[in-house]
């Protein structure tokens, strides 16, 4: 029974984590652009 509850919990984390994973890389891209570091991230936002 113990093995069932974690395969659930394991999917519902995949489903979860997958949409945490696009918000964190969007807010990654969001914090380099506006910081510039990189002239290259700052053309490709821009």
């Known amino acids: 029974m113990e093995n069932f509850e ?3 919990i394991m999917n ?3 489903v979860q ?3 945490c994973k696009a918000f ?3 807010f990654f891209f ?3 652009c506006v ?3 990189s002239k290259e991230f ?3 936002c821009l």
Request: proline share 0%; no cysteine.
């Open 30 to 32: 969001l914090i380099v």
């Open 17 to 19: 984590s997958i949409s």
């Open 24 to 26: 964190f890389f969007f």
């Open 35 to 37: 910081s510039g570091q």
């Open 42 to 44: 700052s053309n490709f």
């Open 12 to 14: 519902q984390f995949n």
């Open 6 to 8: 974690k395969v659930v």
